[in-house]
């Protein structure tokens, strides 16, 4: 949608929690002072959410820190609605539904400003009898594509920019009229409007300074392109520290909105007269220290250096094939409509927001790739996941790509599509031998079952379409 996110060199703004010589120090001082009596100890599910319990401070510095908790491993095998799903071998009622230990992340600790006297820590997830990290885990997975990034040279650093639809009902309100006509904030369509976001101002401003304070640095909001629809922006970062900074963010936005009387929805789309909400992830590769850019060539053509190139063409060779986990809900390919801002057709262009991948920025540090093709509702570490073994796999086999398309994408007839329903995109993740390659076979097949138990748990539900049409008229 029309708003750009531009990477900056300037080092991040960081929360009073990372100026302590640790985090882990100055939350433990933060603990025994009082001022904090609450810890969230948490890591992110397959949907991407927040998943954990909220621990005393005393508890957390006497126990947790050391020893972490534990949490049901069904947390890695269920779906939205916490249904437990069958068809996983990490866990299903053979096993028992045993624990998982969720060993504390210190850097990953932040104070919560809009929740009283409370910080959270994200955790990683360990097998409760070999203490070997579970590899299903979503963080550890694009742990995994961070590592072999790294193994060849590189730092990935990763931005997104998340859309959201905002409304006047409350959460609780929202769930009583079953989801279905709700007030959007704006009676109209506010994108860049200055004058209707300052009346949206009391919700986004909690949002956006919430977050800065805890330490997600904020680059900007901005009404989008749809009635209530708004983008917060944050600043990009080392793949691993994106995902989490996403998934906090994400969190934080439906909570301080929640504590607003208001609700919001990361929804791809949420009614088919709307447009939909994106996610785009904005990658650049730099070297293993993370000091110097390598997308940037002055003397090449479209200044694109052979490790641009490489990535470029992995992320088309791979778009279908790892398309799933870009839109990995039913309603994420309703978003994919023609002239919608969100994209139909797998091209690359310069600053051509027709088509599925765009190359954008100027200069070594700002020159980078922007993938239009996931939607809010992405899972960040495993859409990060899939944008490093892309990438990585176009630098390694310097795959080219294909020349530049110019013009309407939506339009042309010679292209290669996103796919076009979620049981395209299982198709082509079960056949894809480069996801088993760079995931694992046992990782793949987790991925490719929550695939399959997504797409068969709406073919269990009678929607109001089928009722609207057929009730009567058949």
């Given at each position: 949608m029309p708003g750009a996110k531009k990477q900056r060199?300037?080092?991040?703004?960081?929360?009073?929690?990372?100026?302590?010589?640790?985090?882990?120090?100055?939350?433990?001082?933060?603990?025994?002072?009082?001022?904090v009596d609450t810890v969230v100890v948490a890591f992110p599910d397959l949907q991407g959410r927040l998943m954990g319990k909220r621990v005393t401070g005393h508890f957390f510095a006497r126990h947790v820190l050391e020893h972490g908790i534990d949490a049901c491993s069904y947390l890695l095998a269920v779906d939205v609605d916490m249904d437990p799903r069958p068809g996983y071998a990490f866990a299903g009622w053979d096993t028992g539904y045993g624990d998982v230990s969720c060993r504390p992340d210190p850097a990953t600790v932040r104070l919560l400003p809009w929740l009283e006297k409370t910080a959270l820590v994200l955790c990683d997830l360990f097998d409760e009898s070999t203490g070997e990290p579970v590899e299903v885990a979503p963080r550890q997975i694009l742990r995994r594509q961070v590592e072999r990034a790294r193994d060849a040279g590189y730092t990935?650093?990763?931005?997104?920019?998340?859309?959201?639809?905002?409304?006047?009902?409350?959460?609780?309100?929202?769930?009583?009229?079953?989801?279905?006509?709700?007030?959007?904030?704006?009676?109209?369509?506010?994108?860049?409007?200055?004058?209707?976001?300052?009346?949206?101002?009391?919700?986004?401003?909690?949002?956006?300074?919430?977050?800065?304070?805890?330490?997600?640095?904020?680059?900007?909001?901005?009404?989008?392109?749809?009635?209530?629809?708004?983008?917060?922006?944050?600043?990009?970062?080392?793949?691993?520290?994106?995902?989490?900074?996403?998934?906090?963010?994400?969190?934080?936005?439906?909570?301080?909105?929640?504590?607003?009387?208001?609700?919001?929805?990361?929804?791809?789309?949420?009614?088919?007269?709307?447009?939909?909400?994106?996610?785009?992830?904005?990658?650049?590769?730099?070297?293993?220290?993370?000091?110097?850019?390598?997308?940037?060539?002055?003397?090449?053509?479209?200044?694109?250096?052979?490790?641009?190139?490489?990535?470029?063409?992995?992320?088309?060779?791979l778009s279908r094939e790892l398309a799933w986990l870009f839109a990995p809900t039913v309603n994420?390919?309703?978003?994919?409509?023609?002239?919608?801002?969100?994209?139909?057709?797998?091209?690359?262009?310069?600053?051509?927001?027709?088509?599925?991948?765009?190359?954008?920025?100027?200069g070594p540090t700002g020159h980078r790739l922007e993938n239009r093709v996931p939607g809010a509702d992405c899972n960040p570490y495993l859409a990060f996941a899939a944008t490093i073994a892309a990438g990585l796999h176009g630098i390694e086999h310097a795959i080219d790509p294909p020349p530049r398309f110019d013009g309407n994408a939506y339009d042309a007839r010679d292209l290669p599509r996103v796919p076009h329903s979620i049981v395209d995109a299982i198709a082509a993740l079960e056949g894809s031998k480069v996801a088993v390659d760079a995931f694992g076979a046992d990782v793949h097949e987790h991925l490719v079952n929550t695939a399959r138990q997504e797409w068969l748990a709406f073919g269990g539900v009678v929607t109001d379409w089928e009722r609207r049409r057929g009730f009567e008229q058949i």
């Open positions: 060199t300037a080092a991040s703004r960081v929360s009073p929690l990372a100026e302590s010589a640790t985090k882990q120090q100055e939350l433990l001082r933060l603990i025994d002072a009082d001022d990935v650093k990763c931005g997104s920019e998340l859309e959201f639809l905002l409304f006047r009902d409350s959460y609780e309100e929202a769930a009583a009229k079953g989801y279905a006509g709700l007030e959007p904030h704006s009676a109209y369509v506010e994108d860049y409007h200055v004058l209707q976001t300052t009346r949206d101002e009391y919700v986004i401003r909690a949002i956006r300074n919430g977050v800065d304070r805890a330490g997600i640095p904020v680059e900007f909001s901005k009404g989008e392109a749809g009635r209530g629809q708004h983008e917060i922006n944050l600043e990009f970062a080392e793949a691993l520290e994106m995902a989490d900074r996403h998934a906090v963010y994400k969190n934080a936005a439906k909570e301080i909105a929640g504590l607003h009387g208001r609700s919001l929805t990361f929804m791809a789309k949420y009614g088919m007269d709307a447009p939909g909400s994106s996610c785009h992830i904005h990658s650049s590769v730099w070297d293993a220290g993370g000091e110097t850019p390598l997308m940037h060539d002055a003397g090449a053509p479209e200044q694109m250096s052979p490790v641009f190139r490489g990535w470029l063409g992995g992320s088309l060779a994420s390919y309703k978003r994919y409509q023609p002239e919608s801002w969100a994209p139909t057709a797998i091209a690359w262009g310069r600053d051509n927001r027709t088509c599925g991948f765009r190359v954008v920025g100027h």
